[in-house]
């Protein structure tokens, strides 16, 4: 018997809270909003250069004035955020564009940060867009493997960290998997008086096809062997709470997983166990996809594209990294 019911009533009727929009307002376990966004940004050499990325239509290889405009336009939208990414002019086996001083990144975010004092700075720390083989780490002379030297990376990517920090940026984002990078970006940039900024480590990132575009947008396709040794095998679960764990030990601030879509189950298990700042990337494989079906009028672009990340939202996510921030924006003001 249940006491709230009538007669022969059923009190447990769940449309009731579906009649009008503002009833399901009301009632919405999970809301999305346009704070939670991060825009990817490509910087390239060069001046007023807007190079598109044919796999990923929308997003551009941007010379730091364009890429300027571009952070001022997801600005204006509502975008709190950015996260940049640099295509050096030269790329060497010691990914020295990396961490230069004038390197890519480092120019953009000086230009950003004095055009556009309040937008957040975030940015990726990897060596693969900037070492000759493309791979995230230091490969042995002549081994063509794709297998990593985990340590001596380390220091390339302290020193990349410090680099984005002396430059200006809010936040690093270590990208690459090596073990123990999170420790020695801290570590370093504590040595470096940089101690109130914070990590965004990319603790569950899995090898994954779903990189496919990206690569074409950051030219950093290995040139031999692939990722397996270094990013999580898509088959594990429990190892990516492993990774986690290990990132929040070693002081990760924000943890980050990726790709998004076929990882909510990763998402939710790390928000649940660690409670801390969750970041999702919705990488350029699952942009793409919803671009290329919407341009032949298979899929509703704007209705996908906001219960995609709105799915991002209730699994788990916190932050939403995605290549349709500032479109997504745009419907979300509407
Ligand atoms: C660099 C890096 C990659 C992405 C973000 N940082 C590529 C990779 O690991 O191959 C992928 C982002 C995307 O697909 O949108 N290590």
Redesign the pocket.
């Known amino acids: 018997m249940n006491s709230s019911s009538i007669g022969e009533f059923p009190a447990t009727r769940l449309r009731r809270l579906r009649q009008s929009p503002a009833l399901r307002r009301l009632v919405a376990e999970t809301h999305l909003s346009v704070g939670q966004l991060v825009l990817p940004l490509f910087a390239c050499p060069g001046k007023k250069i807007r190079r598109p990325i044919s796999a990923m239509p929308g997003v551009f290889q941007l010379s730091v004035d364009e890429l300027v405009k571009e952070a001022a336009r997801a600005q204006q939208l509502g975008v709190p955020a950015v996260l940049l990414f640099g295509i050096p002019a030269k790329k060497d086996e010691r990914a020295s564009g990396a961490y230069a001083a004038n390197g890519i990144v480092q120019t953009a975010i000086r230009a950003l940060k004095k055009e556009l004092p309040s937008l957040l700075v975030i940015t990726?720390v990897?060596l693969?867009e900037y070492m000759a083989h493309g791979h995230?780490g230091l490969v042995a002379r002549r081994d063509r493997s794709g297998r990593v030297l985990n340590d001596p990376t380390l220091e390339l990517l302290a020193r990349t960290a410090a680099s984005h920090a002396a430059a200006g940026a809010d936040l690093v984002a270590p990208?690459?998997m090596m073990d123990g990078r999170v420790r020695a970006i801290r570590a370093r940039l504590d040595g470096e008086g940089f101690i109130d900024t914070p990590i965004m480590s990319y603790a569950a990132k899995f090898t994954s096809a779903?990189?496919g575009?990206?690569?074409e947008a950051a030219e950093?396709t290995p040139h031999f062997g692939d990722?397996r040794s270094y990013?999580m095998d898509p088959a594990n679960a429990n190892e990516a709470l492993r990774e986690v764990a290990l990132d929040v030990q070693e002081g990760a601030d924000i943890v980050l997983v990726k790709p998004a879509l076929a990882y909510l189950d990763i998402l939710h298990r790390v928000k649940t166990e660690f409670g801390l700042p969750t970041a999702a990337?919705n990488?350029?494989?699952e942009y793409s996809m919803v671009k290329a079906a919407a341009a032949r009028g298979w899929l509703d672009e704007r209705a996908v594209t906001l219960e995609s990340l709105l799915a991002m939202r209730r699994a788990g996510a916190d932050i939403l990294i995605t290549y349709a921030a500032m479109d997504a924006a745009r419907w979300l003001q509407e």
């Open positions: 990726d990897c693969c995230c990208s690459d779903f990189y575009p990206f690569r950093s990722r990013q990337y990488v350029s494989g």
